[in-house]
């Protein structure tokens, strides 16, 4: 099988659905801003794991990433955009700042990768992208911020436009947008968990494993015809 590149893939979802790809046959690049932590999980995985470092803010830096896996791994057919920062915060308040630099690892970077590895699959004419979103682009209250609830809302949009624009090229693009994961990362933001699984539909916080396993059915062929589709999966948490 051929090489994916999974970003934030040092820690949390990134990780899991890294993990989930290498076990299904993948070659992965496991892409991160911390390399010593990609590099570990990449030693983890194995054979047929390369850790790459990755700021997906700057377009030359997505594209050495893009060409260290494509010469170790072969060319790159699948592009999971799942490196985010994650911030709280009430609107009034945000600082300019932090604004500007949420929008720009969850939607630029999605949007350069697109430019640079989505580029490269139309010229091949084969292709998977997905965009880890968030259940926060469906939502009024939450943990999030309105930047971060901004950020994941335009990646919609940014899918939708680059699925109308690729499909005649053979790429498909689609995003999954998880509610809130038992992992390290909600656990950071999320004082109640009890409260927070209370407020959900099934009545229990996702697992990191059950959304990697949606990104692994849409990077397959079996999702062929499927493409700029949104996924929630959430346990109900935005009906």
């Known amino acids: 099988m051929s090489a994916a590149i999974v970003t934030g893939a040092a820690r949390g979802l990134g990780a899991a659905i890294a993990a989930r790809l290498h076990a299904e046959g993948w070659s992965v690049a496991l892409a991160d801003i911390d390399l010593a932590g990609a590099t570990r999980r990449a030693a983890s995985l194995g054979e047929r794991a390369l850790a790459v470092e990755l700021d997906v803010r700057v377009r030359e830096s997505w594209r050495r990433a893009h060409d260290a896996a494509r010469e170790t791994l072969g060319d790159v057919e699948a592009l999971v955009n799942d490196a985010a920062?994650?911030?709280a915060g009430s609107v009034l308040e945000l600082d300019p700042d932090e604004w500007?630099?949420?929008l720009a690892v969850n939607l630029r970077g999605a949007f350069l990768?697109?430019?640079v590895v989505g580029g490269s699959m139309r010229e091949r004419g084969h292709g998977r992208i997905v965009n880890v979103s968030s259940d926060a682009a469906?939502?009024?209250p939450g943990a999030m911020g309105a930047h971060y609830a901004a950020s994941k809302a335009g990646l919609l949009a940014l899918t939708r436009r680059a699925a109308a624009e690729l499909a005649a090229s053979g790429v498909t693009v689609n995003a999954v947008a998880p509610g809130a994961l038992d992992g390290e990362t909600f656990h950071e933001l999320a004082p109640d968990l009890d409260a927070a699984a209370?407020?959900?539909p099934v009545g229990r916080l996702g697992r990191e494993e059950e959304v990697a396993s949606l990104v692994g059915w849409l990077l397959s062929d079996d999702a062929?015809?499927?493409t700029?589709?949104?996924f929630r999966i959430d346990g109900g948490a935005t009906l």
């Open 85 to 87: 920062r994650t911030a």
């Open 198 to 200: 209370a407020a959900i």
């Open 228 to 230: 700029g589709a949104t």
């Open 100 to 102: 500007d630099d949420v």
């Open 138 to 140: 469906f939502t009024g």
């Open 113 to 115: 990768g697109l430019q």
């Open 224 to 226: 062929g015809y499927v």
